[in-house]
C-alpha cells in the first residue's frame, strides 16, 4: 500500500517546515497557496488520481474545497469543526461518488463504550512507548501560567501540542 501523508496546513513558513521536517509528503500554506491546485500538482507529480482519505477536522470551506480532491470510493473522517462552520457534504454527491462519511466524536465513548476508549488509550501509550508514534510539544506552561498556554493557542502560535505541567505534583494534589 502506497500512503502519501499530505497535510494542509493553515499559514507560516515556520509550521511549513515545521512539517516537512517530520517527514510530511507534502504540505499546503494557505497564505500562499490555493489548496486545490497545489494538492492536484502534487497528485499529478506522483501520478495519483485524487485523494482517499480526508481527516477533517476544521469544517466549512476547506472541507467543501477539499473534496473537491477525493477519489471514488474516498473515506471522510469527520472530527470537529475548528473552523466555526458545519461542512454540508452533499448526499448526492455522496452516493455517486460511493463516499464513506464517518463521524467521530471521541469523547462520547466514555458514556456509549468506555472499554473501547480505555482499549485505545492503552494502545496509544503502547505506541509511544515503542516509539511507533511521537507527539510534538512546542511549548509547556506551568499551571500557574495556564494563561499562557491559552494564549498560544489562540493567537496560532502553537506548533504541535501546547502542555500544561506540574510544578511539584506533591504539593499540587496535598491541595486538592
Known amino acids: 500500500m502506497f500512503l502519501q501523508k499530505l497535510h494542509i496546513f493553515f499559514r507560516g513558513a515556520e509550521k511549513v517546515q515545521l512539517l516537512k521536517s517530520l517527514g510530511v509528503d507534502h504540505v499546503v500554506d494557505l497564505m500562499n497557496q490555493n489548496v486545490t491546485a497545489s494538492v492536484k500538482e502534487f497528485l499529478k507529480s506522483r501520478n495519483l488520481k485524487g485523494v482517499d ?26 472530527i470537529g469543526f475548528a473552523s ?16 464513506t462519511v464517518h463521524g467521530f466524536y471521541w469523547g462520547s465513548y466514555i458514556i456509549h463504550q468506555p472499554a473501547v476508549l480505555e482499549d485505545s488509550v492503552r494502545e496509544l501509550f503502547s505506541w509511544m512507548e515503542k516509539g511507533l508514534i511521537t507527539v510534538h510539544v512546542s511549548h509547556t506552561y506551568s499551571l500557574s501560567e495556564a494563561n499562557l498556554a491559552f494564549s498560544a493557542i489562540k493567537d496560532r502560535k502553537a506548533m504541535g501540542k501546547v502542555m500544561i505541567v506540574f510544578d511539584d505534583m506533591g504539593n499540587a494534589s496535598s491541595k486538592l
Open 53 to 78: 482519505v480526508l481527516y477533517d477536522p476544521v469544517g466549512g470551506n476547506l472541507a467543501k474545497e477539499t473534496m473537491k480532491l477525493l477519489n471514488w470510493g474516498a473515506q471522510i473522517l469527520v
Open 84 to 99: 466555526g462552520e458545519i461542512p454540508i457534504i452533499p448526499t448526492n454527491i455522496i452516493l455517486v461518488k460511493n463516499w
